[in-house]
C-alpha cells in the first residue's frame, strides 16, 4: 500500500514569494491533515479536511495561508506572501476516517521543508 | 483546549540499556488517545505506540512500554535494550474527539555506542 506522497521535499522562497505544497494521502482516506513543525518543535495543526470540506482551521493564518482539497482526494496548502517566520517543515497526514471516537490511525507523509529568506 | 508538555528537551541512553521519556498533558475529556512518535533526521513521523484511556492495562510493543497513569495524566515511554536505530525525536501526542493530533515539544533521544 502506498504511503501518503508529498512534494516537493525541499523548497528555498525569498519573503513575500508564494509557494504551494501539494500532498497525496492513502488511498480512500476520508481525512487529511496539515501540520506545521516549525524547527525545535512539535507539528501544529493548521487544517484538516474530512473529504472535500474543512473540519478545523482555526490556526491557519487565512491572511496568507490558503488550503482546498480537490474532489476529497489530493490537498493543496499554498502560502502568499511568505514570511520569515513560515520557515518550517509542512507535514501532511490521513486517515481513514469515522465514527467519533472510533481509532483512526494517521499516517504521515514524508513533509516538506520549507525555507523562507 | 488540550496541552501536551514534555519536559525533556534531551535525553541520552547507553546501548542496550534502558530509558524513560516522560510526558503530561491536560484534557477535560475522559476518552481519548495517547500515541508517542518517532521522527528520524528523515522527518518521517512513525507511530511507536498507542494508548487508549479507557484500558487500565499499559500497552507494549517489543522492547516499547508506557506507563500510563490516567489520574495524574501522565503518560510515559519506557525503551529497553536501547539501539542505535532509536536514536530520533520522540513525541507525545493526545488525540481526543476533534480527531487532530496534540503534540508535545519533544526529546531528543541519544544512543551510545
Known amino acids: 500500500e502506498a504511503g501518503v506522497a508529498q512534494s516537493p521535499r525541499y523548497k528555498i522562497i525569498e519573503k513575500r514569494q508564494s509557494v504551494a505544497f501539494w500532498c497525496n494521502p492513502i488511498s480512500g482516506h476520508a481525512t487529511l491533515y496539515w501540520y506545521q513543525q516549525i524547527l525545535g518543535q512539535g507539528p501544529k495543526l493548521l487544517i484538516q479536511?474530512?473529504?472535500?470540506?474543512?473540519?478545523?482551521d482555526s490556526q491557519l493564518p487565512k491572511d496568507r495561508f490558503s488550503a482546498e482539497r480537490l474532489k476529497g482526494v489530493d490537498s493543496t496548502l499554498k502560502i502568499q506572501p511568505a514570511k520569515l517566520e513560515d520557515s518550517a517543515v509542512y507535514l501532511c497526514?490521513?486517515?481513514?476516517?469515522?465514527?467519533?471516537?472510533?481509532?483512526?490511525?494517521?499516517?504521515f507523509g514524508p513533509g516538506t521543508r520549507l525555507t523562507v529568506l | 483546549a488540550q496541552t501536551v508538555t514534555q519536559s525533556q528537551p534531551e535525553m541520552s541512553v547507553q546501548e542496550a540499556e534502558t530509558v524513560t521519556l516522560s510526558c503530561t498533558y491536560d484534557?477535560?475529556?475522559?476518552?481519548?488517545?495517547l500515541f508517542w512518535y518517532k521522527q528520524p533526521p528523515s522527518r518521517q513521523m512513525i507511530l511507536v505506540i498507542r494508548?487508549?484511556?479507557?484500558?487500565?492495562q499499559n500497552a507494549t510493543e517489543n522492547r516499547f512500554s508506557v506507563n500510563f497513569q490516567k489520574a495524574a495524566k501522565s503518560f510515559s515511554l519506557k525503551i529497553s535494550d536501547s539501539q542505535l536505530g532509536d536514536a530520533a525525536m520522540y513525541f507525545c501526542a493526545y488525540r481526543g474527539g476533534a480527531q487532530k493530533l496534540v503534540f508535545g515539544q519533544g526529546t531528543r533521544l541519544t544512543i551510545n555506542p
Open positions: 497526514a490521513s486517515s481513514l476516517g469515522g465514527m467519533r471516537g472510533s481509532y483512526n490511525e494517521q499516517f
Open positions: 479536511f474530512q473529504n472535500n470540506g474543512v473540519v478545523d
Open positions: 494508548q487508549e484511556a479507557y484500558k487500565q
Open positions: 484534557t477535560s475529556e475522559s476518552d481519548y488517545y
